[in-house]
């Protein structure tokens, strides 16, 4: 079966600090990855995808991620955090029709 | 526009007892999802309906049924509720599988 892995269950960091969200995927066919943001008591909201073309895409609220496909990862990354950016923050990857959810990285920005 | 609207919000159910949980979406989507949330385990498909009258099943649909009313409506319903059951439900809606999913805000579900 398909899966994503995100290796990282909970990430602490500092405000304004860099952070790196690592995501792995199992298939190294053609895929299309996205981060997803999750506030508390809310839905997700989409941070970013690839469907194609550049390898480093620019997301939502200076959140930027990088595709490799040799090593089958999309790692997000954020130059400098907020505290506004503690959320938890899902990897997902699209296998056929339908979406394939990792099991979530929870952002603890600390001031 | 709304987006994606799920009632009720909060529902607290005994074991055995039936319950339907109500989607909807104004954004004129073919593709609608629910899916299911516990600590750990990220988000599981249930079911999924491509387009109006279809449905599918998707990695845990056991002890569920899906209704695609019209092209708007997406309704979950659980016949005989389970403790195994608790849990956020989330209904999303997109224009096709390669594209972003639109999430509504999630119903928290207490089977006891």
């Known amino acids: 079966a398909q899966s994503v892995t995100q290796l990282d269950s909970q990430v602490p960091v500092f405000e304004e600090a860099p952070v790196e969200l690592r995501c792995n995927y199992s298939s190294s066919v053609s895929v299309y990855l996205f981060w997803y943001v999750q506030y508390p008591n809310q839905g997700l909201q989409l941070l970013l995808k690839y469907l194609s073309g550049s390898t480093l895409v620019k997301g939502i609220n200076g959140f930027e991620a990088e595709f490799n496909k040799s090593q089958t990862s999309f790692h997000l990354r954020k130059p400098s955090v907020h505290i506004s950016d503690t959320a938890e923050y899902f990897c997902?990857?699209?296998?056929?029709?339908?979406?394939?959810f990792g099991p979530g990285t929870r952002l603890s920005v600390l001031p | 526009n709304a987006g994606v609207t799920q009632t009720p919000k909060f529902q607290v159910l005994k074991t055995g007892q039936s319950m339907t949980l109500q989607c909807a979406q104004d954004?004129?989507?073919?593709?609608m999802y629910w899916y299911r949330q516990d600590p750990g385990m990220g988000l599981r498909l249930i079911y999924y309906?491509?387009?109006?009258?279809?449905?599918d099943k998707g990695e845990v649909p056991n002890g569920y049924n899906v209704s695609r009313l019209n092209k708007r409506e997406f309704s979950l319903r659980l016949e005989s509720a389970a403790p195994s059951q608790t849990s956020v439900y989330f209904c999303?809606?997109?224009?096709?599988?390669?594209?972003?999913?639109?999430f509504g805000p999630g119903t928290r579900l207490t089977v006891l």
């Open positions: 954004m004129n989507h073919n593709s």
């Open positions: 999303a809606s997109g224009s096709g599988s390669w594209n972003e999913q639109f």
């Open positions: 997902a990857v699209v296998y056929g029709q339908n979406f394939v």
């Open positions: 309906s491509a387009s109006e009258g279809t449905t």
